[in-house]
C-alpha cells in the first residue's frame, strides 16, 4: 500500500478519534501544506480564470485557516467556508471580512 494511502487512513483515524486534536493539527500544519509552491500553483492555475468578482467556496474548511489566506491574499476575493464539525468550528482564528 502507497505510503500516502496509509498517512491518509492515519490521519481519518484521528480526526474521527480526537476531533480536538485534529483541529490542531490542521493548524500546526497548514504552512507546509500552503507553502510557496502551493501559492505559485493557485495564481498559475486558478487566479487567471477568477470573475471580475472572485468567489470561492472551501466545502470542508476545517478551522477556516485557507479561507483566511486567501482573503489576505486577494482583496475583494468572497471566500466561503462550510464546516459542520464544531471542533472544526470552535478551532477557527479570526477572519477578515
Given at each position: ?38 501559492w ?25 485557516l485557507?479561507?483566511?489566506a486567501?482573503g ?8 466561503i ?17
Amino acid at each position: 500500500m502507497p505510503d500516502s494511502v496509509t498517512k491518509t487512513r492515519e490521519m481519518l483515524a484521528l480526526h474521527h478519534r480526537d476531533g480536538v486534536q485534529f483541529a490542531q493539527m490542521m493548524r500546526d500544519g497548514f504552512a507546509r501544506r500552503y507553502d510557496d509552491n502551493f501559492w505559485q500553483f493557485w495564481q498559475q492555475w486558478i487566479e487567471p480564470v477568477y470573475s471580475t468578482q472572485p468567489l470561492v467556496l472551501d466545502l470542508g474548511t476545517g478551522p477556516a485557516l485557507f479561507i483566511g489566506a486567501l482573503g489576505q491574499r486577494t482583496p475583494g476575493i468572497r471566500a466561503i467556508g462550510v464546516e459542520c464539525a464544531t471542533y472544526m468550528l470552535d478551532a477557527v482564528a479570526q477572519l477578515p471580512t
